[in-house]
């Protein structure tokens, strides 16, 4: 559906932001950088977005705190909705595709690199590159974190702080998709904190109104 709209690819506009916000290309510039060591540290923050909203909606959904959960799944339906909205007015296709051969050859590491590459071998995506969904999930599920399990904010943090810079090491999005999937996630968080306090209003304003029926009406 990125096609929808506009039948042509706009990444020749986020190359130029990312290159007057840095001076340099970074996905390209970074590759100066770039051991099997620091490529396979990089691939793990990658994966690490995976577990993010898993391991905080099952502790909140283990302790029984229905109210946090469901507000972190909203949080994060909204964030990605958001995004994959944005993908089909905006199609980008991601620096992978669009600076292809710019760089001298394939990061080599390990175990993790070894899996991402299979992953992106057979399931690779061409499109919706911004704003990044990796960041905007991650960005709501931290805010997630912060408003209902704070120690696991702090744990989180540095987590996605390096999952942020792999995506742009990886050659999978441009630094401003960061930006985008930063803005997505917190929007998604603004607007659903707001839903779940409307239905939280209108949840107490039934019971409200139940208690103070005759006995005779609730009969």
Excluded at 66 to 80: C, H, P
Aim: aromatic share 20%.
């Amino acid at each position: 559906m990125v096609h929808l709209v506009s039948p042509r690819w706009q990444d020749a506009k986020l190359i130029a932001f990312d290159h007057w916000l840095t001076g340099v290309h970074p996905v390209i510039w970074l590759e100066q950088f770039a051991t099997p060591g620091r490529n396979e540290f990089m691939q793990f923050a990658y994966l690490t977005y995976f577990v993010y909203l898993l391991l905080l909606g099952g502790i909140l959904y283990y302790r029984e705190d229905w109210q946090g959960y469901w507000s972190v799944m909203t949080y994060s339906a909204l964030a990605y909705a958001i995004g994959y909205l944005v993908a089909i007015f905006f199609p980008i296709e991601s620096p992978w595709f669009a600076m292809a051969g710019s760089w001298h050859g394939d990061l080599q590491g390990g175990p993790f690199t070894a899996a991402i590459n299979f992953i992106e071998h057979y399931g690779r995506v061409r499109g919706a590159a911004f704003p990044s969904e990796h960041v905007a999930g991650s960005f709501a599920a931290l805010w997630g974190a912060w408003r209902h399990r704070r120690w696991m904010f702090w744990v989180m943090l540095p987590l996605v702080i390096c999952m942020c810079v792999s995506t742009v090491w990886g050659r999978y999005h441009y630094v401003v998709d960061i930006f985008g999937g930063m803005a997505t996630g917190t929007l998604g968080y603004v607007i659903g904190k707001w839903m779940m306090r409307r239905q939280e209003q209108a949840s107490q304003s039934r019971l409200h109104v139940k208690a103070l029926e005759p006995a005779f009406f609730r009969s």
